[in-house]
């Protein structure tokens, strides 16, 4: 017999769903991307600091690395911080309603916001800033 | 036959652990996590600032280099430092590997030792190099 599922438990469709742990492994993969990502995040930050707007538009538009790692950094930390807060609220918050309207908030919050950040770094990267 | 209704058992709480790092590091980890979601918010607000112009940027390199706003982001810079070592001592652990007792602990106490120290060395390289 190579299935140990009565047929009572099959019909109830009960058992792994198979794709629980798509969530779990979308954590780690974004993980081991920011691990580059955010080094060279505080390596920027550090020249953005002594810059003003002028400078920070063309430090921008200097080259196609540093739009590219911005907007790889954004959208990587996005999805990091969706994911990892997603589990935060699903350990704390008991309550269904609660529970999925700020799991609702987290996700939309993250698109959103992730969405502007990207829109403007691609504003000012492809020359749109004064 | 009926039965009454039954509690359902409970794992132990927090009161009842001595702590040790590896469980202080654990919640450390998702509380710069929580803090770092502030963090995501404040990158996309610089872009936001970025993209509206001269005025608005300005305002917000004002506030962030005021002495609260230094003291946000002294923070996460070593919520940030933190969060990456730990992250990278649980994809040790995620590949099986790490887990002895006195391996994890020291794994726990090179994460707070790393935080602290590339937090200082950024610091200083920070205001040697003027960006405060």
């Known amino acids: ?130 | 036959m009926t039965y009454a209704p039954r509690e359902r058992p409970l794992s132990p709480h927090t009161t009842i652990w001595r702590w040790h790092v590896t469980m202080v590091t654990s919640i450390m980890h998702r509380a710069t996590g929580c803090a770092l979601y502030g963090g995501g918010l404040l990158l996309a607000l610089w872009a936001l600032c970025l993209a509206a112009g001269p005025e608005a940027y300005g305002t917000f390199k004002a506030i962030l280099g005021s002495f609260p706003g230094k003291i946000v982001m002294f923070g996460l810079t070593l919520s940030a430092f933190f969060h990456l070592a730990k992250g990278v001592q649980h994809l040790i652990w995620d590949v099986g590997r790490g887990y002895k007792v006195q391996t994890a602990s020291m794994g726990a106490m090179v994460c707070i030792a790393f935080a602290v120290a590339a937090t200082l060395v950024v610091w200083i390289i920070a205001a040697m190099t003027g960006a405060l």
């Open chain 1, 1 to 130: 017999m190579s299935d140990f599922r009565t047929a009572l438990s099959r019909a109830r469709g009960l058992g792994a769903a198979k794709h629980g742990v798509g969530h779990w492994i979308s954590e780690r993969v974004s993980a081991a991307a920011l691990i580059p990502l955010l080094l060279w995040g505080v390596f920027a930050a550090l020249q953005l600091a002594r810059l003003d707007h002028a400078g920070a538009v063309a430090w921008l538009q200097s080259s196609l690395v540093n739009p590219t790692l911005l907007v790889l950094l954004v959208v990587t930390s996005y999805l990091h911080m969706s994911a990892g807060l997603r589990v935060v609220i699903e350990d704390y918050i008991e309550n269904n309603l609660n529970r999925a309207a700020l799991l609702l908030l987290n996700l939309f919050a993250c698109v959103l916001f992730g969405a502007l950040a990207v829109f403007s770094i691609l504003k000012v990267a492809l020359g749109g800033a004064v």
